[in-house]
């Protein structure tokens, strides 16, 4: 009998308690139970086996697969469960690439299981089919070490994967290409930035080749224009001096042909002047409050004696108002309108007078011409436009009055309206803002009587052009005016002072008439003396320092009736 300290003298039974009868007997319903739910456990294990989703190998790593359930079969391409156990008849038969197998043999060895990793196992057919497999090395109770495998078919997966990596290719391929356009549009685009700089650089040199030009044209003109202006200035005095005296008809007749001449001539070189200043900006506004009147009284005395001449009777009918506005500018526009009015007013006459509308006020001046039709009353505004001259006879000047007041108007901010009747006449108006009452700042030009005597006054014209010097000496002297004659300050120290002083601006030695002036007042003690100045400069600069002065202004070529009118004003001031 064998002793139980020998383990090997004992069976399983004795080991269990089981080597007795009795004892079997007494453990018979407890094994029973545990040997059903051992059957109850094989069984469902095998259910899960078989009925898997993923497919479930078990295999010996020295040798092939031992057991498969259908899904791997499946997933394989194979008929049954016995073709994969019969092709797979070593682990490695398994893999398309053995040294996976040799891989994951090293690893559940050294690891006792691996997650997840990701190889291609052969199918039938030459099929491969990539897989996602977990490995777990299983206990055993013979030296032949076993694994389970857990197999999920990731073919989806890996198409997705190609198909991501397809579509990654082909938008790299995509950049690529928008890339290498871009580069091109990039290098046009340098090129032609390059071209266009290249462009504007010759503009820049062409612009500023064309601003040195319009200075030079510019400096040339206003030279050419004083040389210009000089002569015909002497011409018109000389010609109004013959005009002042008891002529026969044939000498009169030409005389005024003469005098006609020179004033168109006068009217067209100060019209292309004045309008090549507008276009570039050399007229800037110097807006005001001042009493219309101041103005309108002026152009009252400068017109009244030219509509009488023309056989025209000459209304003044303005109200006493304050406007803003720049005054000779505006005076410009008035001129101009009542220039034409004269010029084309056969008979009847010419009205100078003011409207109100609201905060405006419409300076209008009516005339009895021929009148406008409807389809021409913008034309007129252009350049070089003038109505019914198709024959060479019947133009007067050459139409660049209304060009230049709708660039005056348009500058000071106003308005212009035109109203006609056709075989009536016209209405051409300006709009022009009120403005408060404010102390007057052009009291040359004020209201006073008109048509004051100038025989018996004394008056010292100063110029530096001999040929202006003998012609203002033969007008005034035909208006009974004693006249003095200085070509510079040394002479112009007469004594006693004089009445009345004719300064031209621009002297020899750089002096200039209103610098003159103040001196002459200065050495004869008299700060009121009245004084003009006559030039042909007619730029701003000049035209604001010499309103700051206080001095008036008559432009040259001069026009007689005016250097009457303004001097008649001025000694019936001083007196």
Known sequence: MKKPSDPGGLSVSD??????????????????????????????????????????????????????????????????????????????????????????????????????????????????????????????????????????????????????????????????????????????????????????????????????????????????????????????????????????????????????????????????????????????????????????????????????????????????????????????????????ACRYTRRGGVLLGTRRRGDTLWVEVWDSGPGIPADQRRAIFREFHQLGTSRARDRQGVGLGLAIVERIVTRLGHEVAVRSWPGQGSCFAVGVPLGAAAEPRHPPAASVAIGHDLAGSRALVVDNEPSILSSMQGLLEGWGMHCDLAFDAGEARVSPPPDVLLVDLHLDDGLTGDVLIQRLRDHWQCPLLPAVIITADRSDHWIQRLRAANLPVLNKPLKPGKLRAVLSQLLGQAH
Request: aromatic share 4%.
């Open 15 to 340: 080991l269990i308690g089981l080597g007795s009868q009795s004892a079997r007997k007494s453990y018979y319903p407890e094994l029973t139970a545990r040997m059903a739910e051992l059957e109850a456990e094989r069984n469902r294990y095998k259910w899960l086996f078989e009925n898997a989703l993923h497919g479930i190998f078990q295999a010996s790593l020295a040798g092939g697969v031992r057991a498969a359930n259908p899904a791997l079969a499946r997933m394989l391409g194979d008929d049954s469960v016995d073709a994969t156990l019969a092709r797979c008849t070593t682990l490695a038969a398994l893999f398309v690439d053995p040294e996976d197998a040799a891989e994951l043999q090293r690893r559940v060895v050294a690891e006792g299981r691996v997650v997840g990793y990701t190889t291609r196992l052969r199918g039938q057919r030459g099929r491969d089919v990539p897989v996602a497999m977990t490995l777990v090395q299983k206990p055993s109770s013979d030296d032949e070490p076993l694994v389970e495998a857990f197999v999920a078919d990731i073919t989806e997966r890996e198409q997705a994967r190609q198909r991501l990596m397809q579509l990654n290719e082909q938008l790299e391929a995509r950049v690529q290409e928008r890339t290498e356009a871009l580069e091109r549009v990039n290098a046009e685009l340098r090129q032609e930035i390059a071209e266009r700089r290249r462009i504007e650089a010759e503009l820049r040199e062409a612009r500023d080749a064309a601003e040195q030009a319009n200075r030079s044209k510019d400096r040339y003109l206003a030279a050419a224009s004083h040389d210009l202006l000089q002569p015909m200035n002497a011409a018109r005095l000389l010609v109004a001096t013959l005009l002042e005296r008891p002529l026969d008809g044939e000498v009169r007749d030409l005389s005024e042909r003469i005098h006609l001449s020179l004033e168109g001539a006068e009217d067209l070189l100060t019209d292309l002047l004045d309008i090549a200043r507008l276009d570039h900006d050399r007229i800037q506004p110097q807006p005001e409050t001042f009493a219309l009147r101041e103005l309108t009284a002026s152009l009252e005395a400068e017109f009244v004696s030219l509509a009488g001449s023309r056989g025209l009777t000459f209304r003044h009918r303005v109200v006493e108002a304050w406007v803003v506005s720049d005054f000779r500018l505006l005076g410009r526009v008035l001129r101009n309108f009542l220039s034409n």
